[in-house]
């Protein structure tokens, strides 16, 4: 009787033991995931390659600032473009002499509502209004291209240099040049061409009248 009581009681203490055993191990292998469970909720888990970054800003930034556009961040001015200005053209108020080129003026002005640049070559034509002589071509590449910028509202100015007699007809000749335009052809760099009536400097109608080939058309100042 005695050895079946200690048979006995040397198993439950045997269970015992296991139990004890089996409990360890899983509060072990509990502690592992709730830390990894923890550290994934606190971001202190070191996140991967592919993880994405969110930035600032909506384009790449450059060496020395934030990216963006045009007037939108990264100071860029827009050309000046036919749908952003008014050109005129100003026939000289003075007859050129044998010393000195009579002065025309061609006007840009920015009729938009931000800034716009000028820069490269303009061009300037003429065509005689009874097609009787070739028509006068220039540009202005000669006299410089840098940029100027045009304020809203402001105008960007550039003479235009010719002679407006003929020195070499009778007196009351000297009036008749080979192209006498009421309507001149004005191109800004890379830009269609835009017509434009020819006025006085009152802004009444009025005639680029050109005798020779000798026109000047200069820089833009603005």
Do not use: W
Not at 13 to 21: K, S
Not at 128 to 144: F, L, R, T, W
């Amino acid at each position: 009787m005695r050895v079946r009581t200690s048979i006995a009681a040397a198993a439950v203490l045997a269970a015992g033991l296991t139990m004890t055993a089996c409990q360890n191990d899983d509060k072990a292998a509990g502690g592992e995931t709730t830390g990894s469970t923890a550290s994934a909720q606190d971001g202190s888990a070191t996140p991967t390659a592919s993880a994405p970054v969110k930035g600032t800003g909506s384009g790449t930034p450059s060496a020395g600032g934030t990216g963006g556009s045009a007037q939108g961040g990264d100071g860029t001015i827009a050309a000046c473009t036919t749908r952003t200005t008014k050109a005129a053209f100003v026939a000289a108020a003075r007859h050129a002499t044998q010393s000195k080129p009579a002065t025309g003026t061609v006007k840009i002005t920015n009729t938009s509502s931000k800034p716009c640049t000028i820069v490269g070559a303009s061009s300037l034509v003429a065509k005689d209004d009874q097609g009787k002589s070739e028509p006068i071509e220039v540009d202005n590449h000669a006299a410089g291209t840098d940029a100027v910028d045009v304020a809203p509202g402001a105008t960007a100015a550039a003479s235009v240099n010719y002679t407006d007699l003929n020195f070499e007809g009778t007196e009351s000749a000297r009036e008749t040049c080979g192209v006498q335009a009421s309507k001149v052809e004005i191109a800004l760099p890379k830009d269609a061409g835009r017509t434009v009536q020819v006025t006085s400097a009152k802004g009444s109608a009025a005639v680029f009248n050109v005798c020779g080939t000798d026109v000047k058309f200069g820089a833009f100042r603005a």
